[in-house]
């Protein structure tokens, strides 16, 4: 624990708030995205494959050894005296030509390996946010369920009481019957989302499935801008449309390798040797293909292929960025317009609830009357949770859309 808390206050990225964990105490949504940062073992996975990409763009700027050969040739018979010696040094000049394209090609690879774990971290991080929306929001609907069920259960017992002795009719027990059992239905489903919302947490911040976390409410986030500056701040600042333009930078060299390779290659080797009878020599020896049938070809169509792959991958993330933020957008408008005109129904709900329970302690009204009233009021109370609950998760996928947290959205 003290070495999370250590790492945490020394974390630095754009999108989180490095700050001290202590997980006896109630965690906000920053301190949830910083602890998925920290410890999601997937994450931790694809920080080593980052390593093996720093690794690859190390050895791409090193050119390649020399090549030696030595021989030996021992005299069994003749007139001369002397043992033949030969020794020959040769260099790949090949590589020097292609070396600059191929180091550029894995400082881009580098880039978007990296990228893409930026991306991966901004992901996960918002999907523990989200899950923690979602918990905060099933607990506050749990405790409003939990009162609808027991009163549904408690209106079925007095109504089977007063049934049996012909108060009311089959009917209206059937009718309240029904009501226990929706309220019993509604409370399985809250009480499984909110087991599962919790186990999912748990996952994404690499914590056993047993460990009871403690959730502080979020604050109220800033309103979003429109549409178009969600889409152009995607643009500027998403880490995986980022990640797509390095790939297609490592492609376009690729491309430039491949059509430097079309040409001969050529090898440079100094020879030098003594024969039998002791004539030395020395001189070089020019190697190269003949680009006469291959010419590479092959390796060219390829690497245009994968460049065009890339553009129209990166064509297709903005049609789907573009869409999703219209729809999401389009959403958090329809809750809000739905939380407005419901907040606007509570206070007369409200009002009759209080005067129907003021009125059933006058003996005015019936037990089921009163109850009938406030289950009424509760089941508005239960719809206004589970929007909010939405709205929230909402707002988490626009922030995880446009690419930066809601504080960034009016800069």
């Not at 033949?84 to 580098?110: H, K, M, P, W, Y």
């Not at 109504?159 to 019957?177: Q, Y």
């Not at 006469?292 to 292929?305: E, S, V």
């Not at 890339?310 to 219209?326: G, K, N, S």
Request: proline fraction near 4%; hydrophobic fraction near 45%.
């Amino acid at each position: 624990m003290s070495a999370l808390s250590r790492d945490a206050s020394l974390l630095d990225r754009p999108f989180l708030t490095a700050q001290a964990i202590d997980l006896s105490r109630p965690l906000t949504p920053n301190a949830l995205a910083v602890i998925s940062v920290l410890q999601n073992p997937d994450l931790k996975a694809l920080r080593l494959k980052a390593g093996v990409s720093d690794a690859q763009a190390f050895a791409a700027r090193l050119l390649p050894d020399p090549t030696a050969q030595l021989g030996f040739d021992k005299l069994l018979s003749g007139p001369d005296m002397l043992n033949g010696l030969a020794g020959q040094i040769g260099f790949d000049l090949s590589a020097l030509r292609t070396r600059n394209v191929t180091a550029e090609s894995a400082r881009a690879t580098r880039l978007q390996v990296r990228l893409d774990l930026a991306w991966a971290e901004w992901q996960t991080s918002a999907a523990a946010r989200l899950q923690g929306a979602r918990i905060v929001g099933l607990e506050r609907q749990l405790g409003l369920v939990r009162t609808s069920a027991a009163s549904a259960d408690d209106l079925l017992q007095r109504s089977l009481r007063a049934a049996t002795r012909g108060d009311i009719s089959a009917s209206d027990t059937d009718a309240r019957r029904l009501a226990a059992l929706d309220a019993s239905d509604r409370l399985r489903t809250i009480d499984r989302d909110l087991t599962a919302a919790r186990l999912e947490l748990n996952r994404l911040l690499g914590l056993p499935p047993s460990f009871l976390l403690r959730l502080a409410p979020a604050a109220a986030p800033s309103a979003p801008p429109s549409t178009d500056i969600l889409f152009a701040q995607a643009v500027a600042r998403r880490l995986d449309l980022q990640a797509l333009r390095a790939g297609y930078d490592a492609s376009e060299a690729n491309t430039r390798k491949a059509i430097l390779d079309q040409f001969p290659n050529l090898s440079l080797t100094v020879a030098s040797a003594r024969d039998t009878a002791g004539n030395v020599t020395v001189g070089p020896q020019i190697g190269l293909s003949l680009p006469l049938w291959n010419r590479n070809r092959g390796g060219i169509a390829i690497t245009q292929a994968t460049r065009a792959q890339f553009h129209a991958e990166y064509d297709a993330r903005l049609f789907q960025t573009r869409a999703d933020i219209a729809a999401a957008s389009a959403s958090l408008a329809t809750i809000q317009r739905q939380r407005t005109a419901l907040r606007a129904a509570m206070p007369a709900l409200e009002r009759l609830a209080d005067a129907t329970t003021r009125a059933g302690m006058r003996g005015d009204l019936s037990k089921a009357t009163i109850q009938t009233a406030t289950q009424t009021l509760r089941d508005r109370q239960i719809a206004l949770a589970a929007l909010d609950q939405q709205a929230a998760e909402t707002l988490i996928s626009l922030e995880l859309l446009s690419g930066g947290p809601s504080e960034v959205w009016n800069r």
